[in-house]
């Protein structure tokens, strides 16, 4: 069974590739879990580069809604590989019988691992901010500072994605797949896409 430090590992090796994002960083099966919790974390590290590019001011307006549109679609990506890491790690513990009085966990595995790779993210972005040679040493400080509050949070969120994997083997703890179903992404429900509102 995967446990969060094998995801956190995998996370913090994927920023020391140079071809990574553009490349994947191991070739899984894309109906393995790794598979998605990969894909997961390759569109979170898209959207954080997408996500600056899109706080430019010195560039046209018609760049940063391209900017927008690429976030939009990135994140209907994102979403969609945690509602697949939850399928597929529900599909795993299928045999395991849930207890009368088990816990109903509402964060998922998925949206767990999401926020790992999110951390992942703050983690290395704010360590490069605290090595910079060109800020005030209050601003280094200020990262170093943030980067053991990040660190911290690792380690807490890493505890309670085990925690959660212990439970749900041991039948002690279950989620459920919440989809997010986001209307504005669907041509027929987005009421200025379909016709509903001018």
């Not at 894309?30 to 001011?57: G, P, S, Y």
């Not at 005030?136 to 990262?143: C, E, R, V």
Request: net charge negative.
């Amino acid at each position: 069974m995967i446990n969060a430090k094998e995801i956190g590992y995998f996370h913090s090796e994927c920023h020391t590739s140079i071809n990574w994002p553009q490349e994947l960083l191991k070739d899984f099966s894309n109906n393995e879990l790794w598979f998605w919790i990969q894909n997961n974390h390759r569109f979170n590290t898209l959207l954080w580069d997408e996500e600056d590019l899109a706080r430019r001011n010195n560039v046209s307006d018609s760049e940063i809604a391209n900017n927008k549109k690429t976030i939009d679609r990135l994140n209907q990506q994102r979403n969609d590989a945690i509602e697949k890491i939850d399928e597929l790690m529900l599909s795993i513990c299928s045999s395991t019988k849930i207890k009368i009085n088990a816990w109903h966990n509402s964060e998922t595995f998925g949206s767990i691992v999401d926020r790992l790779s999110i951390l992942s993210l703050k983690l290395y972005h704010m360590s490069i901010q605290s090595n910079r040679t060109d800020i005030t040493n209050k601003d280094i400080q200020n990262a170093l500072s943030k980067l053991e509050q990040l660190e911290s949070q690792k380690i807490d969120l890493l505890g309670c994605l085990d925690n959660l994997v212990q439970g749900v083997i041991a039948g002690e703890v279950f989620f459920k797949i919440y989809r997010q179903h986001k209307m504005y992404n669907d041509p027929t429900m987005n009421p200025y896409l379909s016709g509903l509102k001018k």
